[in-house]
Nanobody, 125 residues
Framework: QGQVVESGGGLVQAGGSLRLSCAAS????????MGWFRQAPGKEREFVAA????????YYADSVKGRFTISSANAKNTVFLQMNSLKPEDTAVYYC??????????????????WGQGTQVTVSS
């Protein structure tokens, strides 16, 4: 079995920063691609960012480009999402995902085998 666990969410004022962490274990530990997604109340889950371990290629949604940065720890089992210049519209539950399904895009909301429980990020205006 595999598992991914997020941490680092919280309440922050607009313009502030937060750093989310995602730890993978078990079968997810050697995932070659990991991603972050988010879901706001009443909205569909959406892609935020992803990283490929093989060449450190990163991918971002247009809405977060220039403000969010995805990175990884030396060991292939932890990814981070540094979120700067946060806006109220960034408020959502953020989910980490691991093990990209063959043939799926890194931004596919159904493209990963393992998902975390989510961590709440609330940005006040």
């Amino acid at each position: 079995q595999g598992q991914v666990v997020e941490s680092g969410g919280g309440l922050v004022q607009a313009g502030g920063s937060l750093r989310l962490s995602c730890a993978a274990s078990g079968r997810t530990k050697n995932s070659y691609t990991m991603g972050w997604f988010r879901q706001a109340p009443g909205k569909e889950r959406e892609f935020v960012a992803a990283i490929k371990w093989s060449d450190s290629t990163t991918y971002y949604a247009d809405s977060v480009k220039g403000r969010f940065t995805i990175s990884s720890a030396n060991a292939k089992n932890t990814v981070f999402l540094q979120m700067n210049s946060l806006k109220p519209e960034d408020t959502a539950v953020y989910y980490c995902a691991a093990v990209l399904i063959f043939g799926k895009s890194v931004s596919s909301t159904d493209g990963y085998q393992y998902w975390g429980q989510g961590t709440q990020v609330t940005v006040s205006s």
